[in-house]
């Protein structure tokens, strides 16, 4: 996925962009992800929400309100 998505539920192997719902959960993240709950094994940017996960962080990978990996 490349771009904007929306929606209650968002899911997607790769993902650059912008996603923007209550649940979004990729394989590999790339931009903003923007919910209720942000789940992803990679991430290269920034969770905005409740729950943020980032599976393969080494420090901190649950963190509320905001998670980052650069």
């Known amino acids: 996925m490349t771009g904007f998505q929306s929606g209650a539920y968002n899911q ?3 993902a650059e962009g912008l ?6 959960n990729t394989e590999s993240m790339s ?3 923007v919910g209720i ?3 992803t094994n990679h991430m290269d940017g920034l969770q905005i929400g409740i729950l943020n996960i980032i599976k393969s962080k080494d ?3 649950v963190f ?3 998670n980052w990996s650069f």
Do not use: E, R
């Open 31 to 33: 931009g903003l992800q």
């Open 64 to 66: 509320p309100i905001v």
């Open 12 to 14: 997607a192997a790769s």
């Open 37 to 39: 709950l942000n789940i």
């Open 19 to 24: 996603m923007w719902g209550f649940v979004n």
């Open 59 to 61: 420090s901190l990978p």
